[in-house]
């Protein structure tokens, strides 16, 4: 068998190989974090909004967002009443990961304004 395909270069994510293969993970929970990880960074959401645009009832997404928690691909931070800031780790990253690098990247561009001001 031979596959022909074309890769669009736009609207499309990129999901590693071990997320994909991993047994353990279920296909609502997968299919959770491709919807997450398809936003773009900075998208503000809601359970309101994941529950209509993937047409699940709020105990679905609830689970959902458990189980990618306990994986740790999943790391929310509340910064205040009723905003969190999520992290998503990926199949060699973890979401714990991602969220010190971001912190670092975060640190290091505050000093650069502070110094350039």
Known sequence: MF???IIPPRNHTRIDNKLIYDS???DGAFRLYVF???LHSSTNYTDGY???AMGLSRRSVANRRRELKDKNLLLTE???PRIYHAYLG???LTA???KKIMHKQDKVLTEDKNENG
Do not use: N, P
Request: overall charge neutral; aromatic content about 4%; cysteine-free.
């Open 24 to 26: 353990e993970l279920s």
């Open 90 to 92: 990926t199949g060699t």
């Open 36 to 38: 997450l990880f398809g």
């Open 3 to 5: 596959i022909h395909r």
């Open 96 to 98: 714990s990961d991602v």
């Open 78 to 80: 509340q910064i205040a």
């Open 50 to 52: 994941l529950m209509k």
